[in-house]
């Protein structure tokens, strides 16, 4: 079996970077492929569905560039292909004065990458979200919300319509060179391919490593644990609500979503998974676990985040903690509103010496495409970051 490209995962950033290659380059013979049983199994399926705005991300970073633009090619391909969502609009909720500096800190940013930001002082955030507790916020109207699954389905379709070798199930083992081309050694037997791209989110550090090339960074798993209030406490919030984040911490803080379905899922919260798939407490692996303890940059980076980590476990064992910190925004909530959900986990990148990789992160040589960091808001960027790697790969074909 020949290729011309292979793409190593069938989450949303793989499905779209196949999706764009398909239509830059009809003739191209396109191979996709995931060890997984359906299509975005991992990060993908297990998220927010929050099309973000470009908000957060420091102006010139790649974030900032795709996140807007990226954000307005998802509500583009929904509508087209009768995928739902919504443009809610969000707000992002000061609590406290001493917040006042970080939100102006976040309109400023916001301007600067293009996001339409308007001011709301109390009385103007209670028309907007009467059972949320603010002082002050940010209304971003640009933000919304879909379903990235439905969105994975959507692009197979068409990846298949165009002929495209879709195959799930299918984990990629090794690989090796046989003259100008790759043969990649796979749980479903060998691909011969001219080029590859790395898409495997929680796994892309061992695949560049499979691939021969030593990763800038390693991915270190968070999960971000998730309650949904019972139906007759959805109407509490009606679209999209956040606090002020933590700006040394790459993670938006628990917040208030008010999902494509209907309902109202609080959360993530950000804890160390025992595994790279570790979707619980009872899901760990040694090797990980060894990594935990002894390597020095995950040393480092544990000392930085002791405090904030402790806080996280604490919130994540005893769901009353989880229940007061979402409070700080919706008082009305109780405990026996909320019901565990299906967590997600994190692929977040962070270098040798400790320092959690803020930006997307692709590497590139003379065969592969290695896409090293895509945290949030790939998800929403991912028909961009698609087109990106397309343009790369283009190039070297
Ligand atoms: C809790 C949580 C909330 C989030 N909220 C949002 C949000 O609201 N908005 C937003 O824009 N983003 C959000 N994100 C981020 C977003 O989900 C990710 O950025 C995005 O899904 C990354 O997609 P991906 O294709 O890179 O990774 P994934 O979806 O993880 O896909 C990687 C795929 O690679 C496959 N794979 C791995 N190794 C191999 C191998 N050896 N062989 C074959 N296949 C392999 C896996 O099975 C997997 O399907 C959130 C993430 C989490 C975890």
């Known amino acids: 079996m020949t290729a011309d490209v292979t ?22 013979r396109i191979t996709v492929l995931d060890k997984e049983r359906h299509w975005g199994a991992h990060q993908t399926g297990h998220n927010s569905g929050v099309i973000h705005s470009g908000l957060y991300y420091p102006p ?37 004065e001493d917040q006042f500096g970080r939100l102006a800190e976040l309109a400023r940013r916001g301007r600067a990458n293009g996001v339409g930001v308007s001011e709301l002082d109390h009385a103007r955030l209670r028309e907007r979200e009467p059972h949320v507790r603010g002082r002050r916020a940010l209304l971003v109207p640009e933000a919304g919300i879909t379903d990235f699954s439905a969105v994975c389905r959507k692009l197979a379709e068409l990846l298949a319509e165009r002929g495209a070798d879709l195959r799930t199930g299918t984990e990629l083992v090794g690989v090796h060179r046989d003259g100008a081309d790759l043969v990649l050694s ?20 061992v695949v560049a490593e499979l691939a021969g090339t030593r990763p800038p960074a390693r991915i270190l798993p968070f999960r971000g644990e998730y309650y949904e209030t019972t139906s007759f406490r959805r109407d509490l ?5 956040y606090p002020v984040p933590d700006p040394a911490f790459p993670f938006l803080g628990v917040h208030l979503t008010r999902m ?46 002791w405090r904030t980590g402790a806080v996280e476990i ?54 592969w495409v290695h896409v090293l960091n895509a945290p949030s808001p790939a998800a929403t960027a991912s028909l961009l970051i698609g087109e990106d790697i397309a343009e790369r790969i283009k190039t070297r074909r």
């Open 237 to 241: 919030v009606n679209a999209l609500v």
């Open 314 to 367: 604490a919130r994540s064992a005893l769901k009353p903690l989880f229940v007061r910190a979402a409070q700080q925004l919706l008082p009305e909530l109780r405990g026996r509103d909320l019901l565990r959900a299906e967590a997600g986990v994190r692929a977040q990148a962070v270098t040798a010496d400790g320092v959690l990789v803020d930006d997307f992160l692709v590497v590139e040589d003379e065969h």
């Open 260 to 305: 494509v379905d209907g309902g109202l899922h609080v959360g993530p919260n950000a804890v160390p998974a025992l595994a790279r798939e570790g979707y619980g407490w009872t899901t760990w692996s040694p090797e990980h676990l060894r990594r935990l303890v002894r390597d020095p940059g995950l040393r480092a980076l544990a000392r930085k985040y």
């Open 7 to 28: 793409i190593i995962g069938g989450g949303i950033v793989g499905l779209a970077t196949a999706h764009a290659l398909a239509r830059q380059d009809p003739g191209c």
């Open 60 to 96: 010139g970073s790649a974030k900032a560039r795709f996140a807007r633009v990226g954000g307005e090619a998802m509500y583009r391909f929904c509508a087209e292909h009768g995928i739902p969502v919504r443009r809610t609009g969000k707000v992002v909720v000061a609590t406290a």
């Open 186 to 205: 796979t749980t479903g037997g060998e691909i011969r391919t001219r080029r590859a791209v790395n898409c495997a989110g929680l796994h892309s550090d």
